[in-house]
């Protein structure tokens, strides 16, 4: 997917915001889509390449303090 990055944007502030994530696989993924990004900060707008990400279910289990 590609989108625009603004000016003064943190890299793992773009990726948080369209994918709810920001670790080092999906920021090392997003650089060798976009060679031409050589900084953690955008010092103008750019369109860059997302990487797809694998959305992992949340699980939930109930907890009881009693029984």
């Keep these: ?5 603004k ?3 943190l890299i ?6 369209h994918t709810g994530q920001d670790n080092d ?3 090392q993924a997003f650089y060798q889509l976009n060679p031409h ?6 010092f103008v707008g750019t369109e860059v390449v997302l990487p797809q ?8 289990r ?3 303090s009693w029984d």
Excluded at 53 to 60: A, E, I, L, M, S
């Design 12 to 17: 793992t502030d773009l990726l948080y915001k």
């Design 62 to 64: 109930v907890t009881k």
């Design 25 to 27: 696989q999906l920021e």
């Design 37 to 42: 990004v050589r900084r953690e900060v955008f």
């Design 7 to 9: 000016a003064g944007e």
């Design 1 to 5: 997917m590609k989108v625009s990055a």
């Design 53 to 60: 990400v694998k959305q992992v279910p949340k699980t939930q």
